[in-house]
T-cell receptor, first 109, second 115 residues
Framework: GQNIDQPTEMTATEGAIVQINCTYQ??????LFWYQQHAGEAPTFLSY????GLEEKGRFSSFLSRSKGYSYLLLKELQMKDSASYLC??????????FGKGTTLSVSS | GAGVSQSPRYKVAKRGQDVALRCDPI?????LFWYQQALGQGPEFLTY????????KSGLPSDRFFAERPEGSVSTLKIQRTQQEDSAVYLC?????????????FGNGTRLTVT
């Protein structure tokens, strides 16, 4: 199997930077995804990392270290609309995407 | 439509009833996935299709759960003799390739409540 761990909840203020960590244990690793899910809505794709390093996409960046089984999602210039659940998901070759339990981020003014 | 469509949006069933949940994936998408999401949890994998072939059903919690995609497009998830523990949001997702490294596009889900 595979274990995916991420913090349950985080809080931050508007304009700040927040880092959401994800650690995983799996064999046959084939990439890591981050999804955003607002309450009552569908998860939406944020980023995909398969090689080590940082992928930057606007205010959001995602980092991967395969040797450490570690990823983080970095959100800059936080806005109220960033309040949501952030899901880390690991792809293993030949299987479907497996999700962590999600991190609920609350952004306050 | 442009996205993944699921129906019904909400379903209330009495314990013991059978239910059928429908998913219309994005046109041309090869892969289709069903996930179950309990309140405050991440999506839990149920089953996966590549075209009409069900390649993985290891996540189905019991033999009361059955999924099909007979023509490689629309899929139906059927739950027989529903139990209270089946109450959850059922998410369908599709992706354009069969390798699983392209992003999943999710529908808004069907919220099932078993009373």
């Amino acid at each position: 199997g595979q274990n995916i761990d991420q913090p349950t909840e985080m809080t931050a203020t508007e304009g700040a930077i927040v880092q959401i960590n994800c650690t995983y244990q799996t064999s046959g690793f084939n990439g890591l995804f981050w999804y955003q899910q607002h309450a009552g809505e569908a998860p939406t794709f944020l980023s995909y990392n398969v090689l080590d390093g940082l992928e930057e996409k606007g205010r959001f960046s995602s980092f991967l270290s395969r040797s450490k089984g570690y990823s983080y999602l970095l959100l800059k210039e936080l806005q109220m609309k960033d309040s949501a659940s952030y899901l880390c998901a690991v792809k293993k070759a030949g299987t479907a995407l497996i999700f962590g339990k999600g991190t609920t981020l609350s952004v306050s003014s | 439509g442009a996205g993944v469509s699921q129906s019904p949006r909400y379903k209330v069933a009495k314990r013991g009833q059978d239910v059928a949940l429908r998913c219309d994936p994005i046109s041309g998408h090869v892969s289709l996935f069903w996930y179950q999401q309990a309140l405050g949890q991440g999506p839990e994998f149920l089953t996966y299709f590549q075209n009409e072939a069900q390649l993985d059903k290891s996540g189905l919690p019991s033999d009361r759960f059955f999924a099909e995609r007979p023509e490689g497009s629309v899929s139906t998830l059927k739950i027989q003799r529903t139990q209270q523990e089946d109450s959850a949001v059922y998410l369908c997702a599709s992706s354009s390739t069969g390798t699983g490294t392209s992003p999943l596009h999710f529908g808004n889900g069907t919220r099932l409540t078993v009373t």
